[in-house]
């Protein structure tokens, strides 16, 4: 059966580079890994803005006010499975300037702790260069953007 969800991430840039998470499915260990930027779903009743600083916390320990995301930078509607369920899941990115940190993973939860391995600040030549997986794929075109300031209106980022 396909899950509804939404999900709320986070593009944190310091220094030109942008965190992400390394994370893999715990039901089936044998896929590969991949990248992809802090966040995750939305509680019922949620905004969309309170629940992006809540998982950015929870992932990093970076405390956020969710005032401070901003406009939505893009969008993205995916569908996929994880730990032996399918999701139909629309996204939204925000993307916030940091100072750059040593993320923690003491707000993990149980799920997490199964299927998230750490952390890595990437450049954006980094992320054009590598031949990991990176979700979404076209996550470097979004960095560029947000680097150069170039974000009038959301991107509509592919699904993969």
Same mark, same amino acid.
């Given at each position: 059966? #396909?899950?509804?969800?939404?999900?709320?991430?986070?593009?944190?840039?310091?220094?030109? %580079?942008?965190?992400?998470?390394?994370?893999?499915?715990?039901?089936?260990?044998?896929?590969?890994?991949?990248?992809?930027?802090?966040?995750?779903?939305?509680?019922?009743?949620?905004?969309?803005?309170?629940?992006?600083?809540?998982?950015? !916390?929870?992932?990093?320990? #970076?405390?956020?006010?969710?005032?401070?995301?901003? %406009?939505?930078?893009?969008?993205?509607?995916?569908? !996929?499975? !994880?730990?032996?369920?399918?999701?139909?899941?629309? $996204? *939204?990115?925000?993307?916030? $300037?940091?100072?750059?940190?040593?993320? $923690?993973?003491?707000? *993990?939860?149980?799920?997490?702790?199964?299927? #998230?391995?750490?952390?890595? *600040? *990437?450049?954006?030549?980094?992320?054009?260069?590598?031949?990991?997986?990176?979700?979404?794929?076209?996550?470097?075109?979004?960095?560029?953007?947000?680097?150069?300031?170039?974000?009038?209106?959301?991107?509509?980022? %592919?699904?993969?």
């Amino acid at each position: 059966m #396909l899950k509804d969800r939404t999900a709320a991430r986070v593009l944190l840039v310091a220094d030109r %580079s942008v965190l992400l998470i390394k994370g893999r499915d715990p039901g089936r260990p044998e896929l590969d890994e991949w990248w992809m930027t802090p966040g995750g779903g939305i509680d019922d009743g949620e905004a969309i803005e309170a629940a992006a600083a809540r998982e950015v !916390f929870e992932e990093t320990g #970076l405390a956020i006010e969710p005032e401070r995301l901003g %406009s939505v930078v893009a969008t993205r509607f995916t569908e !996929f499975e !994880f730990a032996g369920d399918d999701y139909r899941q629309r $996204e *939204w990115f925000f993307a916030v $300037e940091v100072a750059m940190f040593v993320p $923690e993973r003491h707000g *993990w939860d149980d799920t997490e702790r199964l299927a #998230l391995i750490g952390h890595r *600040w *990437w450049t954006l030549d980094e992320l054009e260069a590598t031949h990991e997986v990176v979700y979404p794929c076209d996550l470097a075109t979004l960095v560029a953007a947000v680097l150069d300031g170039r974000i009038d209106e959301p991107m509509e980022l %592919s699904g993969r």
